[in-house]
T-cell receptor, first 113, second 116 residues
């Protein structure tokens, strides 16, 4: 089964906060990432968090990590129409290779005026 | 500026033909990856390489081949054995070992392959 799971769709009104959730199964995960994909484009790294952190904030983005529940979330404050995209959660799960990531299926975020 | 370049952006292939997708990076990354993305689906790993002249199969390697003759380049060939090749293909690169701050993958902008 999936090592990283995400809900598939989120609709949010412009100006509201968005929260995208992700769960993972590998307790040895060391880094967890959020990527953004706009239509027809590659993935862009938004932010990442080390597994020894609980929270990381970067401008409108807040990442929360609950290691006990293996739950990761991305909060986007004051969501704008430009935030409409697919958001992927990913984790490094191979202790022998820092580079190899496991991706979730992606959450389609639609921002409505 | 350093980055990763995929070409072409759009590619059309006739059934029964092999086609090669280009991926070049100047980030000095050791590892490179190929993913396939179908509409409404996540990323599926085709092949990856952590060092020159070595590569490993991912989850859906059948019908694909790769080479890694140079650190900067990781071309993907979609062969006629791939039964359903129409998809969006993404190349990525990364560091392999810790010690640097640049973690995670850097992605190319993708190649959309259509079989006609």
């Amino acid at each position: 089964g999936e090592d990283v799971e995400q809900s598939l769709f989120l609709s949010v009104r412009e100006g509201d906060s968005s929260v995208i959730n992700c769960t993972y199964t590998d307790s040895s995960s060391t880094y967890l990432y959020w990527y953004k994909q706009e239509p027809g484009a590659g993935l862009q790294l938004l932010t990442y968090i080390f597994s020894n952190m609980d929270m990381k904030q970067d401008q409108r983005l807040t990442v929360l990590l609950n290691k006990k529940d293996k739950h990761l979330s991305l909060r986007i404050a004051d969501t704008q129409t430009g935030d409409s995209a697919i958001y992927f959660c990913a984790e490094s799960h191979d202790p022998d290779s820092w580079g190899k990531l496991q991706f979730g299926a992606g959450t389609q975020v639609v921002v409505t005026p | 500026d350093g980055g990763i370049t995929q070409s072409p952006k759009y590619l059309f292939r006739k059934e029964g033909q092999n086609v090669t997708l280009s991926c070049e990076q100047n980030l000095n990354h050791d590892a490179m990856y190929w993913y396939r993305q179908d509409p409404g689906q996540g990323l599926r790993l085709i092949y990856y390489s952590q060092i020159v002249n070595d590569f490993q199969k991912g989850d859906i390697a059948e019908g694909y081949s790769v080479s890694r003759e140079k650190k900067e380049s990781f071309p993907l060939t979609v062969t006629s054995a791939q039964k359903n090749p129409t998809a969006f293909y993404l190349c990525a690169s990364s560091i392999v070992f810790p010690g640097q701050e640049d973690y995670g993958y850097t992605f190319g902008s993708g190649t959309r392959l259509t079989v006609v």
